[in-house]
């Protein structure tokens, strides 16, 4: 049995657009994940990397990454959005040409910008209500409630 509803691709877009950040998954003999910001432009996921680091060193071995973003339902307001996620599977590559994506030419200093090549991609909306036992817990539900009562 599902437990989520797959995304049509403007419901996917919209989400895309919506939110910024993420977490990014490297390759490699042990996990390695951050939280990192992302752009949505022309259909394509941009994300700004420093330099330097455990990320660039993980990233030279293997450009194969895994990008997640999630909006948990108790992030939405009154807990009416259903919980979204994205599971993005594919390779970063350098942006030679920031232009293309209306971000000017200026040099970033000590940064440089991906696109992400997607191989495969899952984007569903969870279809449960138990999930709603969990979002009692978390600050946004209990004044939710809250905005309820009162």
């Given amino acids: 049995m599902s437990y989520g509803k797959r995304l049509t691709n ?8 919506a939110n910024r950040h993420g977490i990014l998954a490297f390759a490699g003999k042990t996990p390695y994940a951050l939280p990192m910001g992302y752009l949505y432009r022309e259909k394509t996921l941009l994300l700004c990397l420093t330099d330097e680091g455990k990320k660039m060193e993980r990233l030279k071995k293997s450009k194969s990454i895994c990008y997640t973003i999630c909006k ?9 959005t259903p919980c979204t996620s ?17 971000l000017g030419s200026k040099k970033l200093e000590n940064m ?5 090549t997607i191989a495969e991609m899952g984007a569903r909306k969870c279809i449960r209500k138990p999930c709603e036992l969990f979002a ?10 809250g905005k309820k009562k009162g």
């Fill in 10 to 17: 403007a419901e996917l877009t919209t989400f895309l657009n």
């Fill in 72 to 80: 948990p339902r108790w992030e939405t307001e009154k807990l009416k």
């Fill in 86 to 102: 994205a599971v993005i599977e594919g390779k970063l590559e350098a942006v030679k040409d920031k232009s293309v994506y209306g």
């Fill in 112 to 116: 440089t910008l991906y696109k992400l």
């Fill in 136 to 145: 009692g817990k978390s600050g946004a539900a209990v004044k939710a409630r």
